[in-house]
């Protein structure tokens, strides 16, 4: 089935779904277990190459450039690797923390400054060894996700783990929202959903999205890093 639609293999696999605002539960998680499985065919070279370019078209965007701290993540399963990134940002000594699973459904944020010092932790992902950081000291949270629409919505695995570790972000009034931490949604190109991702109350959304081609902003909200 991918070979015959390589390009947007959902929109035929849910192209019901595709046309408009996903509606039910049901209906999510079918669009998930599509994208994921089209994330499982890809090959190590697919991933290598889309990953370099992610990460090439990080170093080019200035309001995440001129962040002094940095979320990143461990990509698992054919994630985008944004690990040639991380290292580099390293070297140029911003302070970068990785997520780790806590309480069982949300998520801690732990500074890091070896990638190499990451353990095997929840789910067999890696996972940073340390105290957590308060999340509002963070300037910039790179996030992964099974799809994301260009409006800045977000389809994760399920387990609201984002969404939790980052309400607070979402009760802050329009006055501070400039200066909150800036949510950059990673994916690739493929992974940009023809239509409209159902976002729930509870639901973070981006405010922009980073694939190998293209930037997309999803907010006017503006970046402020702290002390500039």
């Known amino acids: 089935m991918w070979e015959q639609y390589p390009q947007r293999p959902c929109v035929v696999y849910m192209g019901r779904l595709m046309a408009g605002q996903l509606a039910s539960t049901t209906e999510k998680k079918a669009l998930r277990a599509a994208y994921l499985t089209r994330r499982d065919a890809q090959n190590a070279d697919e991933c290598r190459q889309r990953s370099a370019k992610i990460c090439q078209r990080l ?5 995440i450039q001129a962040a ?15 690990s040639a990134y991380l290292r580099a940002r390293l070297a140029s000594d911003i ?10 459904n949300t998520l801690d944020f732990v500074r890091v400054k070896r990638l190499d010092t990451l353990v095997p932790g929840a789910f067999d992902i890696l996972e940073p060894v340390g105290p957590p950081t308060p999340k ?4 910039v949270f790179l996030i992964p996700g099974v799809a994301f629409d260009r409006q800045g919505g977000r389809l994760g695995f399920g387990g609201g783990f984002y969404d939790r ?3 607070s972000i979402k009760k802050l009034p329009d006055s501070t929202r400039a200066s909150a931490p800036l949510l950059v949604g990673i994916c690739y190109q493929w992974q940009l959903v023809d239509g409209k991702i159902p976002v729930e109350s509870y639901d973070i959304t981006m405010d922009m999205i980073v694939t190998e081609e293209q930037l997309i902003m999803c907010s006017d909200a503006r ?3 702290p002390g500039s």
């Open 136 to 139: 509002s000291e963070i300037d």
């Open 68 to 82: 002094h701290s940095i979320a990143g993540y461990a990509a698992m399963r054919n994630e985008a690797d944004l």
């Open 59 to 63: 170093g080019e965007v200035e309001p």
């Open 95 to 104: 302070w970068l923390y990785f997520p780790r699973v806590a309480d069982g």
């Open 223 to 225: 970046f402020i890093p």
């Open 165 to 167: 570790a980052l309400e």
